[in-house]
């Protein structure tokens, strides 16, 4: 039973670029959340998806947009990159408010 | 603003002995309290959750909820140098979805 799995694992963009980050939930979980967590930092929350919609917003700018599809999968986009927006990104899948499993991650690095 | 407190630490506990982990939370509204340890360069992992005051039990693991005092702990019994990690405590209301996260107690175990 594979669980929740994210790709790319480490990725390196420039600022201005654009970038999509992938997240396959653990079988059976219909909800995915999205989380930036920045060195020797928790996780903040940027949003989570459920039913394909946009459930909750965390406090992150318009840059960073979302979706989900029919398969649950979802996918992280983020525009206009900063310097600051290096960190390590989580998709954590659950089935509805069940706690979180959470994926490996994607190291994002911005030059 | 809602937040998540917990000592930074690094908590040295020697091989075997009782480790202590404390969070505590400001918005009494919260209902749910998870447990996670994230090791370096990985991702969180789930411990424990819990949701009544008390105690609960896993293995080695107890997580222990008073939620007059606005406080949650984790008791890592016979500790092992394998349990050396960050411990990040998540706290959410069920009014809400998203997860509000501490920054971590990092605990060393010293064979």
């Known amino acids: 039973d594979a669980g929740v799995t994210q790709s790319p694992t480490h990725l390196i963009k420039t600022r201005g670029q654009q970038v999509t980050l992938r997240c396959s939930p653990k079988?059976?979980?219909?909800?995915v959340s999205w989380y930036q967590q920045a060195l020797g930092q928790g996780p903040q929350f940027i949003f989570q998806?459920?039913?394909?919609?946009?459930?909750q917003r965390g406090n992150f700018p318009d840059r960073f947009s979302g979706h989900q599809f029919p398969n649950y999968s979802s996918e992280l986009n983020v525009n206009a990159l900063l310097l600051g927006d290096s960190a390590l990104y989580l998709c954590?899948?659950?089935?509805?408010?069940?706690?979180?499993?959470f994926g490996d991650g994607t190291r994002l690095s911005i030059l | 603003q809602k937040e998540v407190e917990q000592n930074s630490g690094p908590l040295s506990v020697p091989e075997g002995a009782i480790a202590s982990l404390n969070c505590t939370y400001s918005?009494?509204?919260?209902?749910?309290f998870f447990w996670y340890r994230q090791y370096s360069g990985k991702s969180p992992e789930l411990i424990m959750s819990?949701?009544s005051n008390g105690d609960k039990e896993d293995g080695r693991f107890t997580a222990q909820l008073n939620k007059a005092s606005q406080y949650v702990s984790l008791l890592i019994r016979d500790s092992q140098p394998s349990d050396s990690a960050t411990y990040l405590c998540?706290?959410?209301?069920?009014?809400?979805?998203?997860?509000?996260w501490g920054a971590g107690t990092k605990l060393i175990i010293k064979p």
């Open positions: 954590a899948s659950s089935f509805s408010n069940q706690p979180q499993h």
């Open positions: 079988s059976g979980h219909d909800t």
């Open positions: 998806y459920y039913e394909e919609e946009e459930r």
């Open positions: 918005d009494r509204v919260s209902q749910s």
């Open positions: 819990i949701y």
């Open positions: 998540a706290v959410r209301m069920d009014s809400n979805y998203q997860l509000i």
